[in-house]
Nanobody
Framework: VQLQASGGGLVQAGDSLRLSCAAS????????MGWFRQAPGKEREFVAA????????RYSDSVKGRFTISKDNAKNTVYLQMDSLKPEDTAVYYC????????????????????WGQGTLVTVSS
């Protein structure tokens, strides 16, 4: 499985940025894709995820209302539109992928995600 993330960079507080992640090489019939992030000196935390086959999405409380996750099923790609960025959003953002389980809600547990991208750095200056 390959997860190719892109779109990170250096922006100022209040600016916007869009991350992309394209998945390839997996054999899942359907997936959940999304993002975790890890700030310097902190543990990796869930940001957002989206289902391939339904309209379900899930956000962490810290980004709800500012970040929007979307998908392009034909391209096996997800996007994270990040608006009203804050310095505390500074982190390495990791794309994640797991098989979709229609009987369970989208997990925020790091241990439930089987495949990880290489990470893309987002830096928000004050």
């Amino acid at each position: 499985v390959q997860l190719q993330a892109s779109g990170g960079g250096l922006v100022q507080a209040g600016d916007s940025l869009r991350l992309s992640c394209a998945a390839s090489g997996h054999t899942f019939s359907s997936w959940i894709m999304g993002w975790f992030r890890q700030a310097p000196g902190k543990e990796r935390e869930f940001v957002a995820a989206i289902r391939q086959t339904r309209t379900g999405v899930r956000y962490s409380d810290s980004v709800k209302g500012r970040f929007t996750i979307s998908k392009d099923n034909a391209k096996n790609t997800v996007y994270l539109q990040m608006d009203s960025l804050k310095p505390e959003d500074t982190a390495v953002y990791y794309c994640i992928l797991k098989p979709e389980n229609l009987m369970r809600p989208i997990s925020t547990n790091i241990n439930d995600y089987t495949d990880w991208g290489q990470g893309t750095l987002v830096t928000v200056s004050s």
